[in-house]
């Protein structure tokens, strides 16, 4: 599958993948930072911002859609990584594809399986009736009858957008309504990438934990862990500037 992406910046490229129900977009902040430094691609992974819909959903053909997009932009080893969903796919992908993974950033995800926890998220977006909604106003009250927190209403919102019939969903919602078991999903036993790699934890989230740093070891034995203070699990919105600074001091 093409995927979209946004390319910006000069130097050694650096690709970021979004998080589930995130976009390319999520990262444009990041991205303004680090222009001078790297070549950044901003990547929409299948079912989500601009990139193809498809039925199938899973970390298999989320690997082999980056596989093909670094292939078809000639880029034989990249700085990698990954949020949460992203996180995911980037660790699969540095698994099987070591030689192509200069070094690897995991942001606030585990290796392990996290069970489905988006059920009021999914009942939320599912709820709003798409061909009578007449504005994004309309569209965020509905929700917040599911989503208390205006800032979450308004991250799912961005993938909202409107078509000639009027409003649409940029995710492919059905398929991910149907399929999100597969989001939690463990990396593979034996699965090991021995690369440099970061993983970066927000303080406030549970997605990382004490528990997991076994298991972080047996995959990825040259790891290193920081913690960004005062973030939660969108770690990058809540605290970009110290993101951006973790970043450049693992990447180098």
């Not at 970021?16 to 680090?34: C, K, M, Q, T, V």
Request: hydrophobic residues 40%.
């Amino acid at each position: 599958m093409k995927l979209n992406f946004k390319k910006s910046g000069t130097g050694p490229p650096l690709v970021i993948l979004h998080g589930l129900f995130g976009s390319a977009d999520n990262w444009f902040s990041i991205a303004r930072e680090l222009e001078n430094e790297y070549t950044l691609y901003l990547v929409d992974q299948r079912n989500h911002g601009d990139s193809p819909h498809s039925d199938e959903w899973n970390y298999k053909v989320m690997v082999e859609d980056l596989r093909e997009l670094l292939d078809e932009e000639g880029l034989e080893k990249v700085f990698l990584m990954g949020h949460s969903m992203g996180g995911k796919t980037v660790m699969n992908f540095a698994t099987q594809y070591p030689e192509r993974v200069e070094k690897l950033i995991v942001a606030d995800i585990a290796p392990r399986y996290y069970p489905v926890h988006h059920q009021t998220i999914l009942e939320g977006l599912n709820s709003l009736d798409l061909k009578t909604i007449q504005s994004r106003k309309e569209a965020d009250d509905q929700l917040a009858k599911y989503i208390s927190i205006l800032g979450i209403r308004q991250f799912l919102l961005k993938s909202l957008t409107r078509d000639s019939n009027g409003f649409a969903w940029k995710i492919n919602l059905p398929v991910i309504t149907q399929n999100i078991e597969n989001v939690g999903e463990e990396l593979a036993e034996g699965s090991v990438y021995p690369g440099p790699t970061l993983f970066l934890a927000g303080a406030n989230s549970t997605y990382i934990q004490q528990k997991d740093l076994p298991d972080i070891l047996e995959h990825f034995p040259n790891y290193e862990l920081e913690f960004v203070q005062n973030a939660g699990h969108w770690l990058h919105a809540e605290q970009p500037h110290a993101v951006v600074q973790e970043m450049r001091r693992f990447l180098g």
